[in-house]
Nanobody
Framework: EVQLVESGGGLVQAGESLRLSCAAS????????IGWFRQAPGKERERVGCISGSEGSAYYVDSVKGRFTISSDNAKNTVYLQMNSLKPEDTAVYYC????????????????????????WGQGTQVTVSD
């Protein structure tokens, strides 16, 4: 069974840091991309960034570039979202999700922000940034 479990959320003050973890199980990490998404109350879900399991290349939305970093420990099947210089507008429920990048017979995409389907989701973790 494919599973993703997030951890590491909490309440911090503006300017502080948090690191979220996404532990993956039930699939070969190298064949997937892991994306980090967030959804604030009353807003649509947005993808914060993503990383390719095999190549380790990461992409970010403009609003978090330079502040957030996604990394992976393939041996542990775990992806991290390091969030620095947090702002109140970063307050949201953060989710990680998995998208297959390749199968045994074809490559679906070489990029985690390509035309891929993030169809396996974790339960989410709350991040709250106070003024």
């Amino acid at each position: 069974e494919v599973q993703l479990v997030e951890s590491g959320g909490g309440l911090v003050q503006a300017g502080e840091s948090l690191r979220l973890s996404c532990a993956a199980s039930g699939f070969t990490f190298d064949d997937y991309a892991i994306g980090w998404f967030r959804q604030a109350p009353g807003k649509e879900r947005e993808r914060v960034g993503c990383i390719s399991g095999s190549e380790g290349s990461a992409y970010y939305v403009d609003s978090v570039k330079g502040r957030f970093t996604i990394s992976s420990d393939n041996a542990k099947n775990t992806v991290y979202l390091q969030m620095n210089s947090l702002k109140p507008e970063d307050t949201a429920v953060y989710y990680c999700a998995a998208a297959r990048l390749r199968t045994l017979v074809r490559v679906i995409s070489t990029r985690c922000n390509g035309n891929v389907d993030y169809n396996t989701w974790g339960q989410g973790t709350q991040v709250t940034v106070s003024d």
